[in-house]
Each structure stands twice: as structure tokens, then as C-alpha cells.
């Protein structure tokens, strides 16, 4: 099932790692450069796809994205949405 997750980062040095961690588990992480919030945080999805049940996804993901950085804020399955200001 796809699914899309919002991450954000809050020092925008850890974008690389974050983007090899997810790279490593067949996710994609794209910046969302129209999301306002509290610089230098980046804000961006993680998008993918899983046999997971939804409810498991953002820990699975906080669990690769934690340690290089990242944060996960809500996940869905799905395409990508529109990040919320």
C-alpha cells in the first residue's frame, strides 16, 4: 500500500541522512518549499510503500528517521498532501 508521511528536520544538515536512511528502506523524501514554520526546520514527505497497518507507520518511520535527524509528524496511506501551515 502507498503511503506519504510528513517528517520534518530540524537542522537542515541532516537532510542528506535522512534522505539515505529512507533511501535504504525504498522511501522518497521531497521538501515541501510552500510549508511555513519555524526556520531552519525543513518540512517534507516521506513517501513510500508498505504491507504495514497504518497505525504502525510512524513509528516504523520514526524508527529509521530518529537517529539522522528526522521527525515524524502524521502519516496516511495514500498520495502526499498539502502541509498544513
Not at 497504518?54 to 528517521?65: A, E, K, P
Request: net charge negative.
Amino acid at each position: 500500500m502507498k503511503f506519504a508521511a510528513e517528517v520534518l528536520i530540524r537542522d537542515p544538515a541532516n537532510v542528506p541522512r535522512v534522505r539515505a536512511a529512507l533511501a535504504a528502506v525504498g522511501c522518497d523524501y521531497v521538501i515541501d518549499t510552500d510549508a511555513n514554520g519555524d526556520p531552519p526546520t525543513v518540512f517534507g514527505m516521506a513517501i513510500g510503500a508498505t504491507e504495514l497497518k497504518q497505525d504502525d507507520i510512524g513509528s516504523w518511520l520514526l524508527g529509521i528517521v530518529w537517529s539522522v535527524g528526522g521527525d515524524v509528524v502524521e502519516w496516511a496511506y495514500g498520495e502526499p498532501w498539502k502541509i498544513r501551515d
